[in-house]
Every structure is written in structure tokens, then in C-alpha cells.
């Protein structure tokens, strides 16, 4: 259940490809951000299961709970992705590769191209703390875990403790694996793809994933 419900939902992993080649994250930081997020993503669900079978709330209203979360996340998810789209494409602009002509003491003419924002964003980027695992770190713990509360967690409840802990942690450890492999599996083979004049626009690109993947989850239901 864990390893279809994330494969299903390309919100698991398309937001860590994309913005861990945008971005430029080593395979350590991808691992991380991706680790925590997943983490935070499952334990959500799990916190809320077991505050609710504890205090025997209705299952019917915990579903309304994690339907209204699951709302939340996915418009989280459209804004984000919007506000880094207009963001990737001003920069993208900006950074449009531009001929220099030189004049050299022995009178040769020389030309290069380049762009301004590129040459000097990459230093003041390392200076500044990055947001961006934060703003999707906490997307993530508003995004519900839909199958594990209704589908796992309440029927194990009505047989034993320890059984809703292994069900609950056997569902953690398969949904945060699948994420891992998959995201650390995809930038890896992305890494060798030539993005060519492509490569300024990256940023753009990573925003409209992740805008499309809150849009999916809206109305496709993903």
C-alpha cells in the first residue's frame, strides 16, 4: 500500500527531481530534504490515527480532516509552484546570454558570450539560507497520507496495539523507501542529460512541475 500510494502520486518526487537539478543539490542534501519531508509527510498521518483511536474519535471525521489537509497541501503545492515559475522565467530572462566585443592593445577584436545573473547568483545563493526545503518540508506535513488512517491504521487498532504500530511503521518505512529510490534514482540518471541552452530555464521548469502536481492533485485526485 505505501509503495503504490507513492508511485501514484507524483507529488511524492517530482518536486525533489526537479528542484535538485534547479537547484544544483548534491545527492546528500536530495537524500535529506527528501528523507524529512517523506518523514514528515507520513508521521502527520500517524500522530493524528493514533490521537484519534485514542480518543475514539469517528473514523468519518478524521477522513474530513485529512480530505481538508489534503486540500490544503495541494493549493500549497499550486502556489509554491506558481510563485517559483514567475520567479525561474524573470531570471531566465534576465540571465539571457548576451556577445561582448573587446578591443585588444594589438588592435584584435575578441567576443564572448554570457550572462550577468548567472555568473554571480550561484556565490550569494550559498551565503543566503535556502528556504526552499523548508517551504517544502512543510507542504509535505500538511499532505495526508490518504490510505493509512481508513484503510490500515483503524482495522489493525481492533486487533492489537503492537499490530497498529507494525502496520503503522511497516507503511513509514515503504512510502519514505519508495521516495528515497525513486528521487535519488531519477536525479541520477537527469544529471546526464544535456540541458544545453535549456539550462537557465530549469528554474522555470521545476516550478511548473510542481504547480502541475498541486493542480493534479486538485482535480485529478492524485
Given at each position: 500500500?505505501?509503495?503504490?500510494?507513492?508511485?501514484?502520486?507524483?507529488?511524492?518526487?517530482?518536486?525533489?527531481?526537479?528542484?535538485?537539478?534547479?537547484?544544483?543539490?548534491?545527492?546528500?542534501?536530495?537524500?535529506?530534504?527528501?528523507?524529512?519531508?517523506?518523514?514528515?509527510?507520513?508521521?502527520?498521518?500517524?500522530?493524528?490515527?493514533?490521537?484519534?483511536?485514542?480518543?475514539?474519535?469517528?473514523?468519518?471525521?478524521?477522513?474530513?480532516?485529512?480530505?481538508?489537509?489534503?486540500?490544503?497541501?495541494a493549493w500549497m503545492f499550486t502556489a509554491f509552484g506558481f510563485?517559483?515559475?514567475?520567479?525561474?522565467?524573470?531570471?531566465?530572462?534576465?540571465?539571457?546570454p548576451h556577445t561582448h566585443l573587446h578591443v585588444h592593445e594589438?588592435?584584435?577584436?575578441?567576443?564572448h558570450t554570457h550572462g550577468h545573473v548567472e555568473a554571480h547568483?550561484?556565490?550569494?545563493?550559498?551565503?543566503?539560507?535556502?528556504?526552499?526545503?523548508?517551504?517544502?518540508?512543510?507542504?509535505?506535513?500538511?499532505?495526508?497520507?490518504?490510505?493509512?488512517?481508513?484503510?490500515?491504521?483503524?482495522?489493525?487498532?481492533?486487533?492489537?496495539?503492537?499490530?497498529?504500530?507494525?502496520?503503522?511503521?511497516?507503511?513509514?518505512?515503504?512510502?519514505?523507501?519508495?521516495?528515497?529510490?525513486?528521487?535519488?534514482?531519477?536525479?541520477?540518471?537527469?544529471?546526464?542529460?544535456?540541458?544545453?541552452?535549456?539550462?537557465?530555464?530549469?528554474?522555470?521548469?521545476?516550478?511548473?512541475?510542481?504547480?502541475?502536481?498541486?493542480?493534479?492533485?486538485?482535480?485529478?485526485?492524485?
Open positions: 500500500m505505501g509503495f503504490l500510494h507513492t508511485l501514484a502520486g507524483p507529488d511524492h518526487y517530482l518536486p525533489f527531481i526537479m528542484m535538485s537539478k534547479a537547484r544544483g543539490w548534491g545527492r546528500a542534501k536530495t537524500f535529506w530534504v527528501t528523507l524529512f519531508s517523506g518523514l514528515g509527510h507520513v508521521l502527520s498521518s500517524v500522530v493524528l490515527g493514533f490521537i484519534g483511536i485514542g480518543l475514539g474519535v469517528a473514523l468519518s471525521k478524521l477522513e474530513l480532516i485529512e480530505s481538508f489537509r489534503g486540500d490544503m497541501a510563485v517559483y515559475l514567475v520567479w525561474g522565467i524573470h531570471r531566465a530572462i534576465r540571465n539571457r594589438d588592435g584584435g577584436p575578441h567576443e547568483t550561484h556565490v550569494h545563493e550559498r551565503e543566503k539560507v535556502n528556504i526552499t526545503p523548508w517551504v517544502i518540508f512543510t507542504i509535505f506535513v500538511f499532505g495526508p497520507c490518504e490510505p493509512l488512517i481508513p484503510i490500515l491504521m483503524y482495522p489493525a487498532a481492533h486487533q492489537s496495539v503492537s499490530g497498529l504500530l507494525i502496520v503503522a511503521g511497516t507503511f513509514a518505512v515503504a512510502t519514505i523507501g519508495t521516495m528515497l529510490v525513486t528521487v535519488l534514482a531519477a536525479s541520477y540518471g537527469l544529471s546526464f542529460v544535456p540541458f544545453g541552452k535549456m539550462e537557465r530555464w530549469t528554474h522555470a521548469i521545476a516550478g511548473g512541475t510542481i504547480m502541475l502536481c498541486g493542480l493534479a492533485i486538485t482535480f485529478l485526485g492524485l
